[in-house]
Antibody, heavy 115, light 110 residues
Framework: QVHLVESGGGLAKPGGSLRLSCEAS????????MTWTRQAPGKGLEWVAY????????YYADSVKGRFTISRDNAKKTMFLQINTLRVDDTGTYYC?????????WGQGTLVTAS | HSALTQPPSVSGSPGQSITISCSGT?????????VSWYQQSPGTVPKLLIY???ERPSGVPDRFSGSKSGNTASLTISGLQLEDEADYYC??????????FGTGTSLTVL
């Protein structure tokens, strides 16, 4: 079955960097767009970025453009999110999800705290 | 791109039907067939309920249905059940190939 596992979250200082990973299994990873969405504590969902199946197309929310970089390694079935110039308002749980007309499968999330 | 607008809360009694609206613009909902809805119960991961405006993934009960008119999408839950109490979010692709979520709606089943 489809399984997505995020890692790489943790505590970092404002201005710092983190690299999140999302390891996929149970489906043909290279055939799907993949996405990152975040949720601040007690708040709603905020789309962060997505990457096309071949990695050529990368799209970002205005709030992270220029600071975050999405990438993927189809051979390793893994997607990444490089977070630079971390801000306090980047704090939240970061979910990776597969995109197929909607976010059809989600990971359990990894918590990023900027403090 | 601004978040789509949803009512903060709705409520209903078991067995009733409720509708949650999701208001956007001609740059998102009005120009996209990739409108989707999600259910998130406390402490859990969001779950896809509806994709491409009206389609239901396998395993989602047909009590959940989606529609769209102009710049507004709607999620209708019929035969409300206690287990439907959760937060609901809409989402849409935009004209600039980005994605936007709604502000979220808390459903209370009385």
């Amino acid at each position: 079955q489809v399984h997505l596992v995020e890692s790489g979250g943790g505590l970092a200082k404002p201005g710092g960097s983190l690299r999140l990973s999302c390891e996929a299994s149970g489906f043909s990873f290279g055939d799907y767009y993949m996405t990152w969405t975040r949720q601040a504590p007690g708040k709603g969902l905020e789309w962060v970025a997505y990457i096309t199946s071949d990695g050529a197309g990368k799209y970002y929310a205005d709030s992270v453009k220029g600071r975050f970089t999405i990438s993927r390694d189809n051979a390793k079935k893994t997607m990444f999110l490089q977070i630079n110039t971390l801000r306090v308002d980047d704090t939240g749980t970061y979910y990776c999800a597969r995109w197929r007309g909607g976010f059809d499968f989600w990971g359990q999330g990894t918590l990023v705290t900027a403090s | 791109h601004s978040a789509l607008t949803q009512p903060p809360s709705v409520s209903g009694s078991p067995g009733q039907s409720i509708t949650i609206s999701c208001s956007g613009t001609s740059s998102d909902i009005g120009n996209s067939d990739r409108v989707s809805w999600y259910q998130q119960s406390p402490g859990t991961v969001p779950k896809l309920l509806i994709y491409e405006v009206t389609e239901r993934p396998s395993g989602v009960p047909d009590r959940f249905s989606g529609s769209k008119s102009g710049n507004t999408a709607s999620l209708t839950i019929s035969g409300l059940q206690l287990e439907d109490e959760a937060d609901y979010y809409c989402s849409s692709f935009t004209r600039t190939s980005t994605i936007v979520f709604g502000t979220g709606t808390s459903l209370t089943v009385l």
